[in-house]
């Protein structure tokens, strides 16, 4: 069973603008990315709210697929992302093989590589699995619940790839050819680039 977590719980404080709620292409960029996702051969899908979660949960409401994913507040958001992991794995159920970890800021990644990506990590089922655009790792990742300790064992003021580096030797890069995999929208130039 392949868990995804959406992290969605920043302040988008370089953006200056909120970005989970920003119109992106036909939806906003949480919708979009919870629809890639859904569309994808994951098994279920637990989205991290802090900031403005309220808001967010309304706005999640009136999606046809509200009732088929979880939603998880990190109350802890301000300390940085690896709370909102953190929260996310918590709320997985018990008997998750992987999770997917993906990021509100790529709400433009396809789920054909999504589906690529699970498909190489049950046919091989090494430790991390991530794409890779001309030989540069990118996001979503897969991370087998065999390092779920680990990850909630990290503490706040360290990222993930405190763990992803001490794997490097059991890492699988799978190539594509999505661009994507490397472009978050950090900053409201990165967003008009796009529009």
């Given at each position: ?193 796009f529009q």
């Amino acid at each position: 069973m392949i868990s995804a977590i959406l992290l969605a719980a920043g302040l988008s404080r370089r953006m200056g603008k909120f970005k989970q709620l920003l119109p992106f292409r036909d939806k906003t960029f949480i919708t979009s990315a919870i629809t890639s996702l859904l569309a994808s051969n994951i098994n279920n899908l637990a989205v991290v709210l802090g900031h403005r979660s309220i808001e967010v949960i309304e706005h999640l409401s009136k999606e046809p697929y509200f009732n088929n994913i979880k939603i998880a507040i990190n109350e802890n958001y301000l300390q940085g992302m690896t709370s909102s992991i953190q929260t996310g794995i918590r709320l997985a159920p018990d008997n998750t093989k992987a999770f997917l970890i993906a990021l509100v800021d790529q709400p433009h990644i396809p789920k054909e590589v999504i589906n690529e990506l699970i498909e190489n990590y049950y046919r091989t089922q090494t430790l991390i699995v991530k794409p890779s655009y001309k030989g540069k790792s990118g996001h979503p990742i897969i991370i087998d619940s065999l390092l779920k300790k680990e990850i909630l064992d990290l503490r706040l003021d360290l990222g993930l790839n405190q763990i992803t580096r001490k794997y490097l030797s059991e890492t699988l890069l799978v190539p594509t050819e999505s661009k994507a995999i490397l472009e978050d929208f950090d900053t409201l130039e990165d967003y008009l680039r796009f529009q």
